[in-house]
């Protein structure tokens, strides 16, 4: 499960939302092969972390600038991954939060795949595919 709190503010005219506070697993708390690849969603401390697809970099990096990096999950064989670091306190245009908003969804949605299938599957190996 996954907490957002959000402040609705008007700055330069424009609608944004501001980050208040999050509340969420930890990168520790998820399953490997959801945190070791994309889209993927974890809190760690006072940092709220997106995983993006490395194709989908230029669509973040227009959208939130220079924040946003990407990084080589060494421990695994997955491939790279973008990721978009996220603090208490940032301010976010509307379609950011739109981005933000889907890319939860969809990590969400990933992760439920990935119990369901691992609790379905308590002995010898298993195939997952999403």
């Not at 501001?18 to 974890?42: H, I, M, T």
């Not at 940092?47 to 600038?65: A, M, N």
């Not at 509307?94 to 119990?115: C, F, V």
Request: hydrophobic share 40%.
């Amino acid at each position: 499960m996954l907490e957002i709190k959000v402040e609705k503010i008007v700055k330069d005219k424009k609608k944004q939302l501001k980050l208040l506070d999050f509340k969420g697993l930890s990168s520790e708390q998820l399953p490997c092969r959801y945190w070791n690849s994309a889209p993927a969603v974890a809190v760690n401390s006072s940092v709220l972390t997106l995983r993006f697809k490395t194709e989908d970099f230029d669509l973040w990096k227009e959208l939130f600038g220079t924040g946003v990096y990407t990084i080589q999950c060494s421990e695994t064989k997955h491939a790279p991954v973008g990721v978009l670091p996220l603090q208490r306190g940032d301010i976010l245009t509307l379609q950011q939060w739109k981005k933000i908003s889907t890319h939860i969804t969809d990590a969400g949605e990933r992760l439920h795949k990935i119990n369901k299938a691992l609790n379905e599957n308590w002995t010898g190996t298993a195939v997952i595919k999403w």
